[in-house]
């Protein structure tokens, strides 16, 4: 076993009491995996680096993996004694495992380590979750899912209403009201855009209104492109009309014939 395999593990794994190191073995099974906290000995399969470090699993919530199976896909009415229909969306991936967990008991940790089997599971690319029991992985992982989702729904709606509010920022602004914009840069991000204007351009207050019409229908990259598209095109045109200004301004001040 190479060193910096030993330095990896030990890196990754709680420390012992006393700051003693780690004194790290391979085995070739999942079943032999484990840990006896008391004599600082602890059992990786032997695959570690590839299987769970490399792939970010060194630690998952309260546990440290030691030896895990691949990953499957897991119907969660088969493992949930209670199932809730706003779960139907999620894809579940679980797999069995061997970790190492920090006991946490009355809201705090209480030192002691505990190796034993337990199960990972995961909703799509979402953190992982680990727990002895498969129901609990299960439950967890679709619990963060709906959370995030929530969370998700949040932002893109707070999204939502300052773009509008930029956007009806701009309207006060006179020098935008008669600009004509190409329509090009515009009909991939904003949804029936390309129904409305089949012309090269499109009115700067048309496309101001339709991409207030249709923001409830786009999601968060496709809200920022396109304020990001109307920022570059209103200072193009802007640095434009200026030049042709400083011209005009050069032609009035120049000598007379």
Known sequence: MSHDLVDLVRAALPALPGGLPWDVRLVDHLGDAGAEPELGTVRILKNWRTSIHEVGLAHVTRHYPLAIEPFDVV???EVLERYRMQWRQHR??????VTLEREWC?????????AGPAFIARVEE???????????????????????????SRRLAKL???ARAFLDELVVTPRYLGLDLPVA???SLVPGLWRLRRTGSIPFLTLKDTICDQIGRMDRDGILKALLQLSLDL??????FEKLLDE???QLNGPTA
């Open 248 to 250: 005009l301004v050069a």
């Open 235 to 240: 200072a193009e045109q802007r640095s434009l």
């Open 126 to 152: 979402d953190q992982p979750v680990a727990h002895w029991h498969p129901a609990q992985a299960v439950a967890a992982a679709l619990t963060a899912a709906r959370s995030k989702q929530r969370a998700e």
């Open 185 to 187: 840069p515009y009909a």
């Open 106 to 114: 009355g809201g705090r940790f209480t030192g002691n380590l505990i």
């Open 75 to 77: 119907d969660p009415r």
């Open 160 to 162: 939502r209403r300052n």
């Open 92 to 97: 579940v991936m679980m797999c069995r495992a």
